[in-house]
């Protein structure tokens, strides 16, 4: 565990991008290089005068460090591993997008950090019925065929997903916006506890104590999309939270596939736009083949291997939602 990480973090104005900068020059970053000729180099790379003072100050630096191995340790106390981004354990997808979250507090089973195999399931908050059958669907036979469900623990769309998950005795992640140490929404405290008893994983960027606020919602769906491999809408209006999570997966370069609404309603009018625009739809197991193998191609791309299998099994043959 590196916690100079962590103390970078605490320094105001800082961000993630300029420590995520910081990692990709000096991966190997300790305590003792602030002390050091390093640190000429390290100020030159952040490239702010007020910062450079803040790096230069190597009792700050300390106070930093000392307060990071603290909060380790509190966490590790109450079951929560603190993985930052220069641990092995950290996902690797995530690790490739601009604004890779620092730290992750992270409860439950942390083999599944390690794949790359992951899909999102999000949604809004108030789906149809048709949209919560949906989202079951889908996370049940993508996470029979292997994948690790991401989703919100949102009510709605994203409840919905962890639940058609685990009746499938699938494994999903469930990304939150607040600390591990308090559930939101509090009506989802069981399906919490469900995932973790069923070798799931609870995460969060924020450290316990950490209460909701507007924005974290937001950066929390960078997170959901970052770790995925592809992202399926299911149902979002043509406004909303959802529509954060579409967009942070474009830009992070990640598949979209969405099922055609079966009803014109608020719920399903984001979605219709998305497949006026090309994205891939998800009705049948013909589709869920086409988008598997081009799931599977862009993994291969992403992580630059060319060991993954990318013959498809043919293993569901029903029309999704009939």
Same mark, same amino acid.
């Given at each position: 565990?590196?916690?100079?990480?962590?103390?970078?973090?605490?320094?105001?104005?800082?961000?993630?991008?300029?420590?995520?900068?910081?990692?990709?020059?000096?991966?190997?970053?300790?305590?003792?290089?602030?002390?050091?000729?390093?640190?000429?180099?390290?100020?030159?790379?952040?490239?702010?005068?007020?910062?450079?003072?803040?790096?230069? *100050?190597?009792?700050?630096?300390?106070?930093?460090?000392?307060?990071?191995?603290?909060?380790?340790?509190?966490?590790?106390?109450?079951?929560?591993?603190?993985?930052?981004?220069? &641990?092995?354990?950290?996902?690797?997808?995530?690790?490739?997008?601009? &604004?890779?979250?620092?730290?992750?507090?992270?409860?439950?089973?942390?083999?599944?950090?390690?794949?790359?195999?992951?899909?999102?399931?999000?949604?809004?908050?108030?789906?149809?019925?048709?949209?919560?059958?949906?989202?079951?669907?889908?996370?049940?036979?993508?996470?029979?065929?292997?994948?690790?469900?991401?989703?919100?623990?949102?009510?709605?769309?994203?409840?919905?997903?962890?639940?058609?998950?685990?009746?499938?005795?699938?494994?999903?992640?469930?990304?939150?916006?607040?600390?591990? &140490? /308090?559930?939101?929404?509090?009506?989802?405290?069981?399906?919490?506890?469900?995932?973790?008893?069923?070798?799931?994983?609870?995460?969060?960027?924020?450290?316990?104590?950490?209460?909701?606020?507007?924005?974290?919602?937001?950066?929390?769906? +960078?997170?959901?999309?970052?770790?995925?491999?592809?992202?399926?809408?299911?149902? /979002?209006?043509?406004?909303?939270?959802?529509?954060?999570?579409?967009?942070?997966? +474009?830009?992070?370069?990640?598949?979209?596939?969405?099922?055609?609404?079966?009803?014109?309603?608020?719920?399903?009018?984001?979605?219709?736009?998305?497949?006026?625009?090309?994205?891939?739809?998800?009705?049948?197991?013909? *589709?869920?083949?086409?988008?598997?193998?081009?799931?599977?191609?862009?993994?291969?791309?992403?992580?630059?291997?060319?060991?993954? *299998?990318?013959?498809?099994?043919?293993?569901?043959?029903?029309?999704?939602?009939?």
């Amino acid at each position: 565990m590196n916690s100079i990480w962590i103390a970078l973090s605490y320094i105001k104005g800082i961000g993630p991008k300029r420590i995520k900068k910081l990692y990709t020059k000096f991966p190997n970053l300790t305590l003792t290089d602030f002390k050091g000729h390093k640190l000429d180099n390290i100020i030159k790379l952040v490239g702010n005068k007020k910062l450079s003072e803040s790096l230069s *100050d190597i009792e700050l630096i300390e106070e930093n460090v000392s307060r990071a191995e603290e909060s380790i340790r509190l966490h590790s106390q109450n079951n929560i591993s603190v993985v930052t981004i220069s &641990d092995h354990r950290y996902p690797e997808l995530l690790k490739k997008i601009d &604004d890779s979250p620092i730290a992750l507090y992270c409860k439950g089973n942390l083999d599944l950090l390690k794949t790359s195999k992951s899909i999102a399931v999000v949604g809004t908050r108030n789906p149809t019925l048709k949209g919560e059958m949906m989202a079951k669907r889908i996370s049940k036979v993508f996470s029979e065929k292997g994948y690790v469900i991401v989703s919100g623990l949102a009510l709605g769309i994203d409840t919905a997903a962890h639940v058609g998950t685990l009746e499938a005795n699938g494994k999903t992640i469930a990304i939150l916006a607040n600390g591990l &140490d /308090t559930i939101v929404p509090k009506e989802n405290k069981k399906l919490a506890e469900d995932i973790l008893q069923k070798n799931g994983l609870l995460i969060s960027e924020y450290p316990m104590k950490t209460r909701t606020f507007k924005a974290a919602f937001v950066q929390r769906d +960078r997170i959901q999309s970052g770790m995925s491999i592809a992202v399926c809408p299911v149902q /979002t209006d043509i406004e909303g939270g959802t529509q954060h999570t579409i967009n942070f997966a +474009r830009k992070q370069k990640r598949i979209l596939f969405c099922p055609t609404p079966l009803e014109e309603v608020a719920a399903t009018r984001g979605i219709s736009k998305l497949l006026k625009e090309g994205v891939l739809p998800i009705n049948n197991s013909q *589709d869920i083949i086409t988008i598997e193998k081009k799931i599977l191609k862009h993994l291969m791309e992403l992580t630059n291997t060319d060991e993954i *299998d990318l013959e498809v099994e043919n293993g569901h043959q029903l029309e999704l939602f009939d």
